[in-house]
């Protein structure tokens, strides 16, 4: 099993950057498919981001948004730049062994870490 993280959350203008931290411990995260879920208040949770061997992007913060993983420090980040207010949402890191065709999907991954929120003032 693996226990995530969340961290780097917190409160920006619109146009802003911040980074995410998902530290993962128990399992090293090269052993899983790692994403980025957000979900907003009244709405269902969403796919944000994914790493494999590659990456995997919502069209909605492609261009903006970059995961990547660092397997010595057994992290994963989420580096989000030009923020808009739309990007408000509790931000969640999660593992798991999807497939490509489910990569996007949250029942595809068994581990979540507890949430971090981010909010974008316009």
């Known amino acids: 099993h693996v226990q995530l993280q969340a961290s780097g959350g917190g409160l920006v203008q619109a146009g802003d950057s911040l980074r995410l931290s998902c530290a993962a411990s128990?399992?090293?995260?090269?052993?899983?498919?790692m994403g980025w879920f957000r979900q907003a208040p009244g709405k269902e949770r969403e796919f944000v981001a994914a790493i494999r061997w590659t990456t995997y992007y919502a069209d909605s913060v492609k261009g903006r948004f970059t995961i990547s993983r660092d397997n010595a420090k057994n992290t994963v980040y989420l580096q989000m730049n030009s923020l808009k207010p739309e990007d408000t949402a509790v931000y969640y890191c999660?593992?798991?062994?999807?497939?490509?065709?489910?990569?996007?999907?949250?029942?595809?991954?068994?581990?979540w870490g507890q949430g971090t929120q981010v909010t974008v003032s316009s």
């Open positions: 128990g399992r090293t995260v090269s052993s899983y498919v």
């Open positions: 999660a593992a798991g062994s999807a497939i490509t065709s489910s990569i996007r999907f949250t029942s595809s991954y068994g581990y």
